[in-house]
């Protein structure tokens, strides 16, 4: 193997190993969750540094969401990391906030976030509760993404036969 199919290697198996504190808790809940944490009144507990009652407190910045989208979709197109992208990909959780910064102010939010969409979408052996959320909201989806950056279809074909 080269030394970047061996790194690549690495980072899989670390990304693996540490699936629910890189991807479920700062990528997903802290970097890209529209959803800030409430603020809390209780005081952290100094005998547990693990214990900040508001890891969160307001919504992560634009430039903090379109670098993670962009992080977190080379992370799950890379082949060799495969396991991870299956993981990722059957949490409807994870659907509910890609679906969620598809609604994003900025256009290059909701470009980027419609790259891990795609994944989702894809999926030809979606997990019930991901296929139920697709389903439920396809009229929504459908009306949504027609007029979905409507100004790249005529100059980019394969944004337009990804949409």
Not at 1 to 13: K, L, N, R, V, Y
Not at 60 to 77: A, E, G, K, V
Not at 92 to 108: A, G, K, Q
Not at 129 to 153: P, Q
């Amino acid at each position: 193997p080269t030394p970047g199919g061996i790194m690549e290697q690495t980072a899989s198996q670390f990304l693996q190993t540490h699936y629910k504190p890189v991807l479920q808790t700062l990528i997903t809940q802290k970097c890209l969750s529209p959803h800030p944490t409430k603020p809390s009144n209780k005081d952290p507990d100094p005998n547990n540094p693990n214990s900040n009652p508001n890891p969160n407190p307001t919504k992560p910045n634009y430039m903090t969401r379109r670098l993670t989208l962009q992080l977190l979709s080379t992370l799950l197109l890379n082949r060799s990391n495969y396991p991870i992208m299956i993981r990722y990909i059957s949490s409807s959780s994870n659907l509910v906030t890609i679906m969620c910064l598809l609604r994003d102010p900025s256009s290059h939010i909701t470009l980027e976030a419609f790259q891990v969409f795609k994944i989702f979408v894809a999926n030809p052996r979606k997990e019930p509760e991901v296929k139920k959320i697709l389903v439920d909201n396809r009229v929504k989806l459908v009306r949504y993404l027609e007029g979905f950056h409507a100004e790249r279809e005529g100059v980019d074909e394969q944004f337009r036969e990804e949409k």
